[in-house]
């Protein structure tokens, strides 16, 4: 059964950055398309980006040119590299397996102005 633990979150000053790491259990990885999703406090959670098997990748509009997603299958991890942050980028920020659709226990990214 597939886990996933995320890892990296923090405490970050407006345009400051973070790594995001997820690592997954199981043997299924290199097969799996992986989402990073987010939630702020008072919304509903949201897709920021997401990864294909073969590394195509998609951006919400509100994180492009400013976050990159990247896979090491030989890890099982999957990252979220994090650029030019700003206070709304404020989130818990959860690794999300397409093919089992298990998530992760969340990390906590806060951006302070």
């Known amino acids: 059964q597939v886990q996933l633990v995320e890892s990296g979150g923090g405490l970050v000053q407006a345009g400051g950055s973070l790594k995001l790491s997820c690592v997954a259990s199981?043997?299924?990885?290199?097969?799996?398309?992986m989402n990073w999703y987010r939630q702020a406090p008072g919304k509903e959670r949201e897709l920021v980006a997401s990864?294909?098997?073969?590394?195509?990748?998609n951006y919400a509009d509100s994180v492009k040119g400013r976050f990159i997603i990247s896979r090491d299958n030989a890890k099982n991890t999957v990252y979220l590299q994090m650029n030019s942050l700003k206070p709304e980028d404020t989130a818990i920020y959860y690794c999300?397996?397409?093919?089992?659709?298990?998530w992760g226990q969340g990390t906590q990214v806060t951006v302070s102005s």
């Open positions: 999300n397996s397409r093919l089992t659709g298990r």
């Open positions: 199981g043997s299924i990885f290199r097969i799996d398309s």
């Open positions: 990864i294909t098997n073969v590394g195509s990748t």
